[in-house]
């Protein structure tokens, strides 16, 4: 069994930051690609950012120059660095995870979701 973990949301201000969390345990094999996503209330899930590496990361146009992913491979970890943030940007934070379990089993796995809320 894989879990997804997220950490790090909470209330800011405008203009402040915050640094999202999320660490992958179980019974994991390897991680190809791991991710954040966004859900603000009756809107759709969106991406925030995501890749395989570093330097495959693709960043939503809404948050490019302000929000940067990174990885912890031998932790299982992928954080989300979020600066300058703006009320639009208050929504539930989703962690994704592609991962092969033990079993040779390979799906996509989610977080239970943490609150941001921007505002002053």
């Known amino acids: 069994q894989v879990q997804l973990v997220e950490s790090g949301g909470g209330l800011v201000q405008p203009g402040g930051s915050l640094r999202l969390s999320c660490a992958a345990s179980g019974s994991i094999r390897s991680i190809a690609a791991m991710g954040w996503y966004r859900q603000a209330p009756e809107k759709q899930r969106e991406l925030v950012a995501a890749g395989r590496t570093s330097a495959s990361t693709n960043y939503a146009d809404s948050v490019k120059g302000r929000f940067t992913i990174s990885r912890d491979n031998a932790k299982n970890m992928v954080y989300l660095q979020m600066n300058s943030l703006k009320p639009e940007d208050t929504a539930v934070y989703y962690c994704?995870?592609?991962?092969?379990?033990?079993?040779?089993?390979?799906?996509?796995?989610w977080g239970q979701g943490t609150q941001v809320t921007v505002s002053s």
């Open positions: 994704s995870a592609l991962i092969e379990s033990t079993d040779g089993t390979i799906r996509t796995y």
